[in-house]
């Protein structure tokens, strides 16, 4: 299904700013041609772009696999694709302990949503996900490619995050993303398929309070731009999802979860960093990202959009941005100005 977003509007403003550049120029010699030639690349230009947009690829016989579906974008992902008729295995951190997540996937999926067992960080668990999907999946049916959406997040300046928490988000953001990848690359090389990373605007923007998830996820582009120039010549695509804040519409983090984390990150503390960081700066740090929380998107659709995209159009973006207009002049700023735009 063809969707028009806010990526399709930025990318024909891009058009028609290279156009109208282009036609400043011929328009010094004369500004009747000049004018002319700006509209005929912006409507050629935008066309062209439309028309490969729209060019989809049928989920009929296709199967994939999503990580982190216990909550949030991964467990409405999971039901969402299996609407658009996916084969959707769905790998989920509690599916063994009765998740309620994973009941609710079980509860409201069709037959073909398949609920598995799945921690990225465990080897093991990677293996038997692979086995159990081969075991499934139908003899006229691929294996179509990977939504790597599992991840980890936590706030807090550098000096205040436990090393231990730091390692974990590595763990799941970073190699958990390389262990999903290199397990089931076997099987998209046969459908020449998709492989889906999940980033952020904080993959590409700086945040105060945030750095051992921005850490992690400047490390997704850079493993993603990487991956899609060594899968060309295998005829996969990479993808790379950028949403923006949807904290209050995923519940990844509650004023609860927040306070939580603070008190704890307090406590292992030490003395040294505690008197230095001061409990009133800290509790104002605590206040700001518990207003920074409630804030933002309050519906995954144009996530969700992102990603059907990304794994159904015939020629997918390298990036889909799943964020306000606001968010993207924060990239297009602060890309060039690290910093300026945070």
Avoid at 28 to 41: E, H, K, P, R, V
Avoid at 56 to 83: E, R
Avoid at 120 to 147: H, M, Y
Wanted: glycine share 10%; with cysteine.
């Amino acid at each position: 299904m063809f969707h028009w977003t806010v990526d399709k509007s930025a990318q024909i403003l891009l058009i028609g700013t290279v156009s109208a550049l282009i036609g400043l120029i011929i328009g010094t010699i004369s500004a009747y041609c000049g004018f002319c030639l700006f509209l005929l690349l912006w409507g050629t230009g935008s066309g062209y772009y439309v028309v490969r947009a729209m060019q989809q690829i049928s989920p009929i016989g296709k199967a994939v696999l999503v990580t982190g579906c216990d909550t949030g974008i991964g467990n409405q992902l999971a039901l969402h694709l299996d609407k658009l008729g996916f084969r959707v295995f769905a790998g989920c951190l509690f599916a063994n302990k009765g998740g309620e997540g994973a009941t609710k996937l079980k509860e409201n999926g069709s037959k073909k949503l398949h609920v598995i067992q799945l921690d990225v960080t465990s080897d093991e668990e990677l293996q038997e996900a692979r086995e159990t999907i081969e075991k499934i999946l139908p003899e006229n049916e691929c294996f179509w490619g990977v939504v790597n959406n599992a991840g980890l997040s936590t706030f807090g300046n550098l000096e205040w995050v436990p090393l231990s928490t730091v390692k974990r988000i590595a763990d799941v953001n970073v190699f958990g993303m390389i262990s999903v990848i290199k397990t089931f690359l076997p099987l998209i090389r046969k459908s020449k398929g998709r492989i889906v990373n999940s980033s952020s605007t904080l993959g590409r923007i700086s945040a105060p309070m945030r750095s051992s998830y921005v850490a992690s996820k400047f490390a997704v582009e850079g493993l993603s731009d990487c991956l899609r120039s060594e899968m060309k010549p295998l005829g996969i695509d990479v993808c790379i999802i950028e949403p923006g804040n949807f904290c209050a519409a995923t519940g990844i983090f509650t004023p609860d979860s927040v306070e939580k984390i603070a008190e704890n990150m307090w406590e292992t503390m030490s003395e040294e960093t505690q008197e230095l960081c001061g409990k009133e700066t800290y509790r104002n740090s605590v206040e700001i990202m518990k207003t920074f929380i409630v804030g933002g998107n309050t519906d995954v659709m144009p996530v969700l959009i992102s990603m059907e995209e990304a794994l159904t159009q015939k020629y997918p973006q390298p990036r889909y941005q799943s964020m306000d207009g606001l968010y993207k002049a924060r990239i297009f700023v602060g890309t060039p100005l690290p910093g300026v735009g945070t």
